[in-house]
């Protein structure tokens, strides 16, 4: 993955003399290296689809699909000690908001305020957040989907897979995602993308935000 040329580039934040930044890069592969989380925007709202991946029938499974307003959720792949710090921050954010403004937060400013703090980590030092999060709600009836990456990176998206095989499923959702989809046709694409690609292995957090009916279902599908 990294040639004798990022020797010593990866200890620190800075660039290598290819311009990349080797932490980051590090952070990304965390995220890979997560369980599977899948999130499709449609016509009536967003799905979220997160695997449930426990590596002993003791240790009960972390949850992955956090409620951060009454009109936002936030999933994640990566580490999780990482991901609590965000949320966290999220948390906070947006009940300074829905106290400063008397209104609940949206999406897209959410997102920029977790993009900000991953950016100062790659602009001041330190060692990045390894996770991505998967920011989801409806805004004025309308549903958003926002992507924020360890550097920083923030963008929207109508598709989006991170974790395990994220490539994979990426290619598979690319391939049958259409705009014209329903709420119960985007889990089953959701559904149908990972078990193709990683197999029946785990069982599934599922979040179903519709914007029509204004409602929000989370519940568990076991394998």
Known sequence: MFSNIDAGYDRTIMYSPDGRIIQAE???????????????????????????????????????????????????SGLLADSKVLVKEAQVYSQINRITYGEECDVE?????????NQKITQYGGRPFG????????????????VVEPSGAKYSAKAIAIGQNDTEIMNYLEKEYKEQLNLNEALSLAK???????????????????????EIKKFTIKN
Not at 51 to 75: A, G, H, M, W
Not at 109 to 117: E, P, Q, V
Not at 136 to 146: M, R, S
Request: with cysteine; hydrophobic share 40%; glycine share 4%.
């Open 26 to 76: 590090y952070a990304r592969e965390a995220v890979r290296r997560g369980s599977t989380v899948v999130a499709i925007k449609c016509k009536e709202g967003i799905i979220i689809l997160a695997e449930n991946r426990t590596f002993s029938k003791l240790i009960e499974p972390n949850e992955k699909i956090i409620q951060i307003d009454e009109n936002i959720y936030v999933s994640f």
């Open 192 to 214: 149908e993308a990972v078990d193709k690609i990683n197999g029946k292995n785990n069982d599934y957090e599922v979040l179903i935000m519709n914007k029509n009916k204004m």
């Open 131 to 146: 996770v991505t999060l998967i920011i989801a709600g409806i805004n004025d009836t309308e549903p958003a989907l926002n």
């Open 109 to 117: 400013s959410l997102a920029w305020h977790i993009s900000k703090i």
